[in-house]
């Protein structure tokens, strides 16, 4: 029995045995609350019966082997009691138990016997809540817990039993499919879960809640899996700190934590990270009806010029659009609204049409003729037990008719959550419009939405990731000279220059031609600047001969070369290597900015051509490479190909480069390339 097969059974189960005392009896009540129809098998050989079930006095009793199991009892015993039924052919168990890894000490061992007993079977744990299936009717769970049965829904993984209670008490009008905590994650993961999640039709979007993930490699394959089904994930990943970055040779581990992987791993994934259980709600419910957007317009409707003005400003820090409105749609607004109304979008359509189903309709019928990607009627709703939500109605019944006409996606929005009644949210979410509570919480939705798109679009051109493997050996670091030379094998663009001793120094200037840079060559000091290991526009060989006399006591080996033209800016190229993540890929403002300009993007390796592009042109100093104030523009193209080249060296060298830094790389003015000043490469 596979993995997958055994999770499925255990997420569907037929039948279900529970094991301890009371976090048992109250799963079975949690099941039968929920129509569970299903033979459910209680096992405690000190009672007669739990939540008036008769009990078996142990596993070897059971009539067969169960598909799901709920474990509450200690944790030696549900070593032996997952061991049991493992031989037994059982289909998986929710360990409720804790005291594993998640302790320390003899946990970390414990959770190893546990694993090891489990054998085929899927296990959800330890140390965690368990599993509600909304769709079928299961609860293994021993607790309180919102949800209700759906027809179809939004799934939610979660890597806290505490977040999951509350999420499942959401009041939004979110329909939830599955509530699945995981806990320890000793024998499943997320990818387990994404995998099995999206064979299922009912599921319409994944909302994942990280603490930590690991096999970034197979996790990144089961993303894009649900991206190839055009499934959505949305995800919250706790802890921002950057642990991974820890000081080493080069500059690149100061820009490239633990957290900014995580980052460029969910960019690259198509995976809205959000920071907030507020937008993971409003996304979810978003992309739960509409999936990921083909653009990024908007239109919006209002009966309020401030409401306008709001959703426009955020509009634009979102980087959404709000295209004009085409001469067709206004005409028709015009002949519906009068020249009481200035037609624009946003559009302000006043009140006076409030509560005319006719009119709002043929208001709502040309907006949508624009074809936006979404549009938003932004209406707030009075307290039901206040009555007179008459014309509320309407206006719901015009657009919900306007959409089924036009075929165009619109949503509901209040400007604070709370202003849309259960009843209302109720009513929209069947008739397949959006209730979406709160401006801001919406608009980042749509620009979630819009990301989710851009990266189904692109799915089959996103590389998968590699499993972070490094061999074992001793860190070699590579001198200036060495690493140019390797980084220009690989199409690096690298100045003149010339390795030689004190006495050949002026020889090797006057091949070159003044004015030149002569700069110490050791492996053992990464930073020759702050060491005086670098002296810059040399015009003579007097000058030289002074300046190598300064440096010697630092080297006996020099690097001369001809100094390079002014840039029209300093860029860093690095790669650092994290032992869950592999390679990561850090392009920013490079020379003495990195100290001072927190200015730089990470991409994961392997990586392309068009993200290279898009990273670059996201960093504030690309105003410098676009030229700025007059200022000649910098060869980009050249740059992105300095960047493939790093790019290139450290892919065929993955499983031994641990650290590199190519910094700085001057960006010379457009087509006179791209030249790598310094550079440093460290190998295992």
């Not at 105003?623 to 193209?637: C, Q, S, T």
Request: proline fraction near 5%; hydrophobic fraction near 45%.
């Amino acid at each position: 029995m596979s993995k997958k097969r055994a999770l499925q059974r255990l997420l569907n189960p037929g039948t279900v045995a529970v094991f301890g005392g009371e976090a048992a009896a109250e799963t079975i009540r949690q099941c039968q609350r929920i129509g569970f129809d299903g033979e459910i098998w209680p096992v405690n050989p000190n009672r007669d019966e739990l939540s008036g079930i008769p009990c078996f006095d142990s596993t070897a009793e059971l009539p067969g082997a169960p598909d799901a199991s709920f474990i509450g009892v200690p944790r030696e015993a549900a070593i032996q009691v997952i061991g049991e039924l493992s031989a037994l052919g059982a289909g998986g168990a929710v360990c409720y138990t804790s005291g594993f890894a998640e302790n320390g000490g003899d946990g970390v061992e414990m959770q190893q016997r546990l694993v090891d007993a489990a054998g085929d079977m899927a296990i959800i744990g330890p140390n965690c809540h368990g599993v509600v299936n909304c769709l079928d009717g299961v609860a293994l769970w021993p607790d309180e817990h919102g949800a209700q049965r759906v027809e179809s829904g939004v799934a939610l993984v979660l890597q806290s039993g505490n977040v999951g209670i509350s999420l499942s008490m959401q009041d939004r009008g979110l329909p939830i499919s599955y509530v699945i905590t995981i806990g320890n994650k000793a024998d499943l993961s997320f990818h387990d879960y994404i995998e099995a999640l999206s064979d299922d039709p009912r599921v319409s979007a994944i909302g994942l809640y990280i603490e930590s993930l690991n096999d970034i490699d197979v996790f990144s394959e089961a993303a894009l899996l649900a991206l190839r089904k055009k499934l959505p994930i949305v995800a919250i990943k706790t802890g921002t700190s950057d642990l991974g970055a820890e000081a080493t040779l080069s500059h690149t581990s100061s820009l490239a934590g633990s957290d900014e992987m995580y980052n460029a791993l969910f960019r690259r994934l198509g995976i809205p990270r959000v920071y907030s259980l507020s937008d993971f709600l409003e996304t979810l419910k978003f992309v739960s009806c509409y999936g990921g957007l083909a653009g990024n317009t908007i239109g919006s409707l209002s009966c309020s010029g401030g409401e306008a003005s709001m959703i426009a400003d955020a509009a634009e820090q979102l980087e959404l659009s709000m295209p004009a409105i085409t001469e067709a749609s206004r005409q028709k607004l015009e002949e519906v609204l009068g020249d009481r109304v200035h037609v624009t979008n946003p559009l302000d359509y006043d009140v006076f049409i409030w509560g005319d189903q006719a009119a709002l309709h043929d208001c709502f019928s040309a907006m949508l003729s624009n074809e936006f990607d979404c549009t938003i009627l932004v209406i707030d709703y009075p307290r039901p037990e206040n009555g007179g939500l008459k014309n509320w109605e309407i206006a719901e019944k015009a657009l919900t008719d306007a959409c089924k006409e036009t075929g165009q996606r619109a949503v509901i929005m209040s400007t604070i959550p709370e202003n849309i009644p259960a009843i209302a949210r109720d009513r929209l979410m069947k008739s397949g419009i959006a209730p979406m509570q709160g401006l801001d919480e919406c608009l980042r939705a749509i620009r979630f939405a819009v990301q989710i798109g851009e990266a189904q679009r692109r799915v089959d051109e996103i590389p998968a990731l590699p499993k972070a493997d490094l061999q074992e050996g001793t860190p070699t670091v590579l001198n200036e000279w060495d690493s140019k030379q390797a980084l220009a094998m690989y199409g690096l663009m690298i100045p003149e220059g010339q390795l030689c001793s004190a006495s050949e120094a002026v020889e090797a200037a006057e091949s070159l031609g003044y004015p030149v840079a002569a700069k110490i060559v050791s492996a053992d000091i990464a930073h020759k600047t702050e060491a005086g290991g670098v002296k810059l526009n040399i015009a003579s060989a007097d000058a030289l001969h002074a300046a190598i006399a300064e440096m010697s006591n630092l080297s006996d080996q020099f690097l001369i070369e001809k100094m390079s033209a002014s840039p029209v800016a300093e860029i860093i190229i690095g790669i650092k290597r994290d032992p869950n993540f592999g390679l990561a890929l850090v392009v920013g403002a490079g020379g003495i900015l990195v100290e001072i300009v927190a200015d730089s993007a990470m991409l994961l390796l392997p990586t392309t051509r068009d993200e290279i592009r898009t990273a670059l042109s996201s960093l504030k100093v690309s105003k410098l490479l676009n030229g700025f104030r007059g200022k000649p523009a910098g060869d980009i193209e050249a740059t992105i190909k300095a960047v493939e080249a790093v790019a290139a060296y450290a892919e065929v060298h993955r499983d031994s480069i641990t650290e590199l830094d190519v910094n700085p790389l001057f960006v010379l003015p457009q087509g006179q390339g791209a030249v790598a000043v310094d550079a440093l490469i460290k190998m295992s």
